[in-house]
């Protein structure tokens, strides 16, 4: 049976990407999520720069807002041997962020190198993950593999469509390592609704990420739009992985150059409103 899809009627899922209002600080925005009644965050790790993650978890906690997930693992793929070593060490370092935060979860983009094919980056893909995992299950934390568009295939990530996300799950096969699914990434695949349902029967659809591609987009990083701005078919990709009895926060994740620079207490507002009206 089909999922009906209704507008949004609260805020219980709502949860914002540190990322997504980058001018205020991680404190800030601790206070102003709470007074707007938004129940979660996905922390970015560059927003605890010169923080005590301790601290900042405290906060959060103090003001009733959850720590969704930890932003970001991955760039396991390199054709230098050093550079795959230091980002092994980087995503061990994570998993201690992750532990000390209190929260479950890291969203993994994988990394390429556009000196060597594709093939090989996602095998070093595999082994990188499986190279962290007895850290990750030491701490119970879960590993969210997140395909990119195939426009950051260069350099950003080498899983590129939620097939090869789950292919990769299903190779690996532990329960802790799972899909983050980003509307911005993989609303273009023509297998995408097929592939959401795989995630489902794998019991590896951790994270769903939200925001619009905007017609003519100006930026391919930083000019992600709020949701109904854009192209994306919003409500039935909700649809689609509700059916899985995925229960988890719906992840506002927004780069823009555009909003970044207007005022953030109005900015959130609108975040708001477009996730009631339009996800």
């Excluded at 927003?47 to 997930?69: E, K, M, N, T, Y």
């Excluded at 192209?231 to 719906?250: D, K, M, S």
């Amino acid at each position: 049976m089909k999922t009906s899809i209704e507008p949004i009627a609260d805020l219980s899922r709502l949860c914002i990407h540190s990322i997504t209002n980058k001018p205020w600080s991680i404190e800030l925005m601790a206070e102003k999520y709470a007074r707007a009644g938004v129940s979660g965050i996905t922390i970015w790790r560059e927003a605890l720069a010169d923080r005590d993650p301790a601290q900042i978890r405290r906060r959060f906690q103090q003001h009733g807002i959850s720590i969704v997930s930890l932003c970001r693992g991955g760039f396991f793929a390199s054709a230098d041997h050093e550079v795959r070593q230091r980002a092994i060490q980087d995503n061990l370092l994570a998993i201690d962020m992750a532990v000390t935060l209190e929260t479950d979860l890291i969203v993994l983009v994988c990394g390429a190198d556009p000196v060597q094919s594709l093939e090989k980056s996602r095998m070093q893909i595999m082994i990188g993950l499986e190279t962290i995992l007895p850290h990750a299950e030491t701490y119970g934390i879960r590993l969210a593999v997140e395909p990119l568009h195939p426009m950051y295939a260069d350099v950003r990530s080498a899983i590129n469509t939620l097939r090869q996300a789950n292919d990769l799950v299903e190779t690996i096969g532990s329960p802790l390592v799972g899909v983050a699914v980003d509307v911005y990434h993989l609303w273009w695949d023509p297998d995408l609704e097929d592939q959401i349902h795989r995630c489902g029967e794998l019991d590896a659809l951790f994270a769903f990420h939200l925001s619009d591609w905007k017609t003519p987009t100006t930026d391919l990083l930083n000019d992600r739009g709020l949701m109904g701005e854009g192209c994306i078919p919003l409500r039935t990709i909700r649809g689609w992985v509700e059916e899985t009895g995925f229960t988890g926060h719906h992840e506002i994740e927004i780069f823009s150059n555009h909003y970044w620079q207007m005022n953030q207490d109005e900015y959130l507002n609108r975040i708001i409103s477009a996730y009631r009206e339009n996800c």
